[in-house]
């Protein structure tokens, strides 16, 4: 045998002992998560961190040279002949440096290695495992543990000696293979499945009932059978001998309806004329299968009292069972023959294969297409108010500002001349807006007594005039408006108190349009950025005067907002507050009466909370889906403490639906 055989053989012993031993280090740890915690995730998680934690360890088996350089190291005599020999460059001394190896028997190493990786974690995990089972037993028994007890009194005899098997059978259109559930205590399954019990006691001694209504049992070769089918509503089954009981919990699971979507048209259709082609595409999907799936068109013409209706089927089709489909058709609108005026409502439907108690069939949510009748009233225009002048010239200062920073920021990629005259263009627009304000401020005279001749067109440039110019016009403006003087003594000018922010902004303009027009932009934003504030305050600067003096609102601070004082105030009785429901009270006395059963007899503590399971998956399936879990635990004699405590947990926190708001109470 060659050198690389033998080496090749070496490293297949290693790689073996290498996953064994991962295998077994992963159920060392996986195994006693699951009997503890009695969490199956967590066991899945545990496992899949200490498998790929042992593989990447021992990665070097899987590769040659490596696995030869760990054998030439624990056989110094090779004197590194195997590593050489391995070497597809060495060929031509290939025959030389195996009769160097021949007499080392390095494959005994590989070997003995490979039995280590696997016997040590196979001890270690054989004495966790029973290490764990014989605390979760002990933990189990004693009392005052803290841990649920699983049963500590001894069942009565043939208590649970009723063994029975259960084949479930789906109906034939859900594809699904029939189940065979050795001793169950819970049966899920789709409605109108075929139910089959089988039992090995005499047929005389069995009574079945099905929620109160006896069931036929027949004589079976091995003992007896009852067939039954699986109800639409949760039920338990009684299976009854002289002396014992066993309850049977059937959860049935309804054939959901199709699910069906329009994709194309996306919206509602309004066409000028019936002609042409219309794109239809729409989605199907069921939980079993499709069996048929097609458009429905329903075409109404007419006004008033007289209409007509008139429904279209289009491109029946078999969907052959599949789950999800997707259909287009190009639809012709000159083949349906419309009117202007009528109205189609269109839409896709699907039905089911489901043959107990029948088809399920769906549609998706219609659109509408309209063709536009031959009147005036189809159309309507809209005519669009521009903005208040105040908001206008918000807008196009802020707009100023924005072309101002963008020629900033293009500065220094273009040449002086360039960005004189892009400024200088800013700065007309802006000489332009300047305008605009300081006839804004000759316009509010108008409130202040300005009428007839005095108009506030006085025949001035006001762009042209410097903001102390500006000023004086305005005043003299308004005293030959109001004939009379202006009394500054007394405080501030009407003039100045309405067109203070306007006033402002016509400065701040006329200095920004200075830098613009230098060709120096950054040196203008501050201005401008002063001239946007005084136009968005001047949109607040009208001032309402009122006739008379308003009576003043005494308001308590402290109390409004809770902060008053609380030394020498005794607290009062707080006030309970009611069930927020009592039929979740009501479950939850059940509950724990069927806990403090659990003590003494296990078997009757699983009834109780098998029935209570049965009453909850109509009204209350959130609450009954952490039963369950628990039930399972229990019936597998395991420490059900946390799905106990979750199902506990779900049931001290309804989910309720108030119509207003709920009492307070006086805080302590």
């Known amino acids: 045998m060659t050198v690389l055989a033998r080496l090749l053989r070496s490293q297949r012993a290693l790689i073996v002992g290498s996953v064994a031993g991962a295998v077994l280090w992963t159920a060392a740890f996986a195994i006693p998560v699951w009997l503890v915690l009695g969490s199956r995730p967590w066991a899945a998680i545990v496992a899949t961190a200490v498998l790929a934690m042992s593989l990447w360890r021992r990665r070097a088996v899987f590769e040659a040279d490596r ?18 020999a391995i070497d597809p460059a060495t060929e031509s001394a290939r025959s030389a440096l195996e009769h160097k190896v021949a007499p080392v028997a390095f494959e005994r190493t590989a070997y003995r290695a490979a039995s280590r990786l696997a016997l040590v974690p196979l001890v270690i995990a054989g004495a966790a495992i029973i290490a764990t089972i014989g605390m979760t037993r002990l933990g189990a028994r004693r009392p005052g543990s803290g841990v649920v007890l699983t049963g500590t009194a001894e069942p009565k005899p043939g208590d649970s000696a009723i063994r029975l098997t259960v084949t479930l059978t789906p109906p034939p259109h859900t594809r699904l293979p029939a189940e065979r559930l050795p001793d169950p205590i819970r049966v899920a399954g789709v409605t109108g499945s075929r139910i089959r019990i089988d039992g090995s006691a005499p047929a005389n001694e069995i009574s079945i ?44 699971r309804a054939d959901s309806l199709p699910v069906v979507r329009l994709d194309l048209p996306e919206r509602d259709t309004l066409l000028s004329r019936a002609t042409g082609t219309l794109p239809l595409t729409a989605s199907f999907h069921d939980d079993f299968g499709l069996a048929e799936t097609w458009w429905e068109l329903i075409v109404s013409r007419g006004d008033g009292e007289n209409f007509e209706f008139r429904t279209v089927t289009l491109d029946r089709a078999a969907a052959g069972s599949a789950r999800t489909a997707t259909r287009s058709l190009a639809l012709s609108l000159d083949s349906l023959t419309l009117s202007p005026g009528d109205i189609v409502l269109l839409r896709a439907v699907a039905r089911d294969g489901n043959t107990s108690p029948g088809p399920g069939i769906a549609g998706s949510d219609p659109r509408t297409i309209r063709i536009a009748a031959n009147r005036q009233d189809d159309s309507l225009d809209i005519e669009v108010l521009p903005p208040p002048e105040p908001l206008a010239n918000l807008l196009s200062q802020r707009m100023l500002i924005l072309l101002t920073e963008a020629l900033e920021k293009k500065r220094p990629r273009l040449a002086r001349s360039a960005v004189v005259t892009e400024s200088a263009r800013i700065g007309r627009d802006q000489t332009s807006l300047r305008r605009q304000i300081g006839d804004l401020v000759f316009a509010r005279l108008e409130d202040l007594g300005e009428t007839g001749e005095h108009s506030h067109d006085d025949g001035h440039d006001h762009s042209a005039m410097t903001p102390e110019e500006l000023l004086r016009a305005a005043e003299a403006a308004n005293r030959h408006a109001t004939g009379e003087s202006l009394d500054f003594a007394a405080g501030e000018s009407p003039v100045i108190a309405v067109n203070r922010p306007l006033l402002e902004a016509y400065h701040a303009m006329w200095d920004a349009t200075r830098e613009l027009n230098q060709g120096e932009p950054r ?14 305050r001047a949109r607040l600067a009208d001032r309402i005067y009122l006739r008379g003096r308003t009576r003043p609102v005494v308001v308590d601070v402290a109390k409004v907002r809770l902060v008053g004082k609380r030394d020498g105030i005794a607290p009062g009785p707080r006030t309970p507050q009611p069930s927020l429901d009592p039929a979740v009270k009501r479950i939850a006395e059940r509950f724990d009466r069927a806990l403090d059963l659990l003590g003494q007899n296990r078997d009757a503590a699983i009834d109780s909370l098998l029935l209570l399971r049965a009453e909850l998956l109509t009204d209350h399936p959130r609450i009954a889906a952490p039963l369950a879990q628990a039930i399972d635990t229990l019936r597998t004699d395991r420490d059900a403490t946390a799905a106990l405590a979750r199902a506990r947990r779900a049931i001290g926190q309804p989910t309720t639906v108030r119509s207003g708001l709920r009492r307070w109470s006086t805080a302590p």
């Not at 696995?67 to 050489?84: D, F, G, K, S």
């Open 523 to 536: 040196a203008a934003l501050p201005h401008m950025y002063a001239a946007l504030d005084a136009i968005q």
């Open 209 to 252: 009932q099905l929620d109160n209504r006896s069931l036929a049992v027949a004589t079976e070769a091995s003992g007896w059978r009852a067939d039954l089918t699986m109800p639409s509503a949760p039920a338990v089954v009684r299976v009854r001998t002289s002396a014992r009981e066993r309850l049977i919990l059937l959860e049935p």
């Open 67 to 84: 696995v030869a350089l760990w054998l030439e190291e624990r056989h110094p005599e090779l004197q590194y002949a195997l590593i050489t």
